[in-house]
């Protein structure tokens, strides 16, 4: 379940570190009752973009082999593994 806090909360820096490293969800702030921000640890943030891009070219590499470029495919997960040390 996501957390969400006000925002008049993040005057305690210490207390929202230490929130913010034991999740591995971003933190939801809030503005007199609205959406403002999100905030997260440097972990989660990497692994967030890491599957961000991951899919991203995936989804390249499917739309090249239904074009029947299956050599360009094969070389674009090639370089996914490549990139990502799969």
């Known amino acids: 379940m996501p957390r969400i806090i006000p925002i008049r909360d993040l005057k305690d820096t210490a ?3 230490k929130m913010v490293q034991e999740s591995d969800e971003p933190i939801f702030i ?3 009752g609205y959406g403002e921000m999100a905030i997260m640890n440097m972990k989660t943030y990497e692994e967030k973009f890491f599957l961000l891009d991951l899919y991203k070219s995936l989804d390249i ?3 090249q082999f239904r074009e029947g470029k299956g050599a360009d495919a094969f070389e674009s997960l090639k370089r ?3 990139k990502h040390g799969l």
């Open 61 to 63: 590499s499917e739309q």
């Open 80 to 82: 996914i593994r490549k």
């Open 30 to 32: 809030t503005k007199n």
């Open 15 to 17: 207390k929202i570190s």
